[in-house]
């Protein structure tokens, strides 16, 4: 054989092993930066839970029914693994907590307790700290799915087991919803 092509086949085989160790490393790098994403979303979600014990005190005075929606065991919310399931109940704990936030509208005492406006300030604080934590984990998911389904990166993350992950959704408690808008001939109403 010629040395040419000795020369050639060897820089192209050397390319394909710099491929494959290049994109294997890219995996990884991306399956860190997602778990530690994660673990930015869990303090967050974490800190939001420990803050609802003191919102259900300053708010028991005024409705112990309402108040009663938030008795969740920690340790439950500790045992869900799956991304899905988490999601699942936190936008349930989400959805009570606004309801919570609403409560106090109904209580023009509650609504200007020093303490309360603390506690909420602090709640939409977390809740910025949730929607950052969880853009920037979203992102990381995104880069990390591109990479799986991409050819030819698509043969490593089959043979080395890397699978799609789940995207985090949450419904935020501070969340506003919009009204709907109904556009017709006789102009736009609200609903």
Known sequence: ???????????????????LISTYNRFIKY??????????????????????PNLIRSVEGYSKHEADIFKTKSDYLAGLTNIADRSQEESRISKSLRGLLALAQAYPELKASANFIDLQNSLNETEEDIQKAR????????RFNTLVESFPAVFI?????FEKRTYFTLDLATQRELPEVEFSASGVSKK
């Open 31 to 52: 399956k860190n930066r997602i778990e530690e994403a994660w673990s930015g979303i869990d303090v967050a979600l974490k800190r939001r839970f420990n803050l609802i």
């Open 1 to 19: 054989m010629p040395p040419i092509i000795i020369f050639i086949l060897s820089i192209s085989l050397f390319m394909a092993v710099a491929w």
């Open 157 to 161: 993350a089959r043979r080395c087991g």
């Open 135 to 142: 853009n920037r984990y979203n992102s990381f998911v995104g």
